[in-house]
């Protein structure tokens, strides 16, 4: 099993920058990739970044392109989330994300998610 905590979600204005932290922890598992998605009030659940550990290429949903940053520390396990330039659109629930091989088998793991609030 894999365990992810959140961290770093709040209210920022328009324009303003936040960083999300989230740390995997665990016995007998190595990740595949981490990252985040987020989902807003009626919509669907959306890839923001993910970072792919072999290569340590990135993906990034096409509206936070040139705005976000996600880099990882792969001594701690945790991922982070650089936002910057944000807008009113990007408020939503941001959910840390892990495809990770545990326990024989590959599996997604979810957080519990946190909330971005983009408002003046």
């Known amino acids: 099993q894999v365990q992810l905590v959140e961290s770093g979600g709040g209210l920022v204005q328009p324009g303003g920058t936040l960083r999300l932290s989230c740390a995997a922890s665990?016995?007998?598992?190595?990740?595949?990739?981490m990252g985040w998605y987020r989902q807003a009030p009626g919509k669907e659940r959306e890839l923001v970044a993910l970072?792919?550990?072999?290569?340590?290429?990135?993906n990034y949903g096409d509206s936070v392109k040139g705005r976000f940053t996600i880099s990882r520390d792969n001594a701690k396990n945790t991922v982070y989330l650089q936002m910057s330039s944000l807008k009113p659109e990007d408020t939503a629930v941001y959910y840390c994300?892990?495809?990770?091989?545990?326990?024989?088998?590959?599996?997604?793991?979810w957080g519990q998610g946190t909330q971005v609030t983009v408002s003046s």
């Open positions: 994300y892990v495809d990770a091989y545990s326990s024989g088998s590959f599996a997604h793991y």
């Open positions: 665990g016995s007998g598992f190595s990740i595949n990739a």
């Open positions: 970072y792919i550990t072999s290569g340590g290429s990135t």
